[in-house]
C-alpha cells in the first residue's frame, strides 16, 4: 500500500473494521486479486500482487483472482455468488476509477446491489484529476444512485449488525 492514496490511513481503518465486523456477525468476506499476467507490474510474486497484509483472508476466505478491471469476468465470483443466493455486495479496495467502478458497474449489470461504503476505495492522482477528486467523482456522482448506493461508513456497520 502506499501514502499516495487518497485518504489512505482512514481506507486501511475503514476495512480492517469492515473485515473484522463481517467476520464477528457471520458475514462472509471474499478477496480478490488482480494479476496482469507474466512481465507485468501487477503478477503474482510481484509486489503489489498480493492482499495488503493488514487485510489477510483467513484460510476459509475465498480469493479470487482476475485479469480485467471487473472481478465478475471470467472468475467464478458471479457464478459462486448465485450459489451462494447471495444479491448485495459490499465493495471495497483499489482503484475507485478502474477495478472498483467495473466491479460495481458489471455487479449492477448482473442485477447485484451494490453497497460502496465511504472511505473504502482509494486511488492515485491522475493525469486528468487528483486523487480526492477521483475519488468523489465516482463516489458522489457517478456511481450514487446508478449502480450502487454510496453511503456512510456508520449506515455500513448498522446493515452490517442487524
Known amino acids: 500500500m502506499n501514502n499516495d492514496l487518497y485518504e489512505f490511513e482512514t481506507f486501511v481503518y475503514r476495512i480492517k473494521t469492515l473485515i473484522k465486523e463481517a467476520r464477528n456477525n457471520n458475514i462472509e468476506v471474499?478477496?480478490?486479486?488482480?494479476?496482469?499476467?507474466?512481465?507485468?507490474?501487477?503478477t503474482k510474486g510481484a509486489l503489489g500482487y498480493e492482499i495488503y497484509e493488514e487485510f489477510q483472508p483467513m484460510p476459509n476466505e475465498r480469493v479470487f483472482d482476475k485479469n480485467v478491471n471487473s472481478a465478475f469476468r471470467d472468475t467464478g465470483?458471479?457464478?459462486y455468488l448465485h450459489e451462494k443466493d447471495e444479491d448485495t455486495i459490499i465493495i471495497v479496495g483499489l482503484q475507485t476509477d478502474y477495478c472498483i467502478d467495473a466491479t460495481v458497474k458489471c455487479g449492477f449489470e448482473h442485477g447485484l446491489k451494490m453497497i460502496v461504503?465511504?472511505?473504502t476505495n482509494s486511488t492515485f492522482d491522475n493525469a486528468y484529476m487528483t486523487a480526492e477528486k477521483s475519488y468523489r467523482y465516482y463516489n458522489?456522482?457517478?456511481?450514487?444512485?446508478?449502480?450502487?448506493?454510496?453511503?456512510?461508513?456508520e449506515k455500513t456497520l448498522e446493515l452490517m449488525n442487524r
Do not use: T, W
Not at 471474499?30 to 501487477?42: A, E, P, S
Not at 458522489?140 to 453511503?151: D, T
Open 30 to 42: 471474499i478477496y480478490v486479486r488482480h494479476d496482469d499476467g507474466v512481465k507485468q507490474k501487477l
Open 77 to 79: 465470483l458471479l457464478e
Open 117 to 119: 461504503p465511504a472511505n
Open 140 to 153: 458522489e456522482f457517478m456511481r450514487n444512485g446508478r449502480y450502487a448506493e454510496c453511503i456512510s461508513f
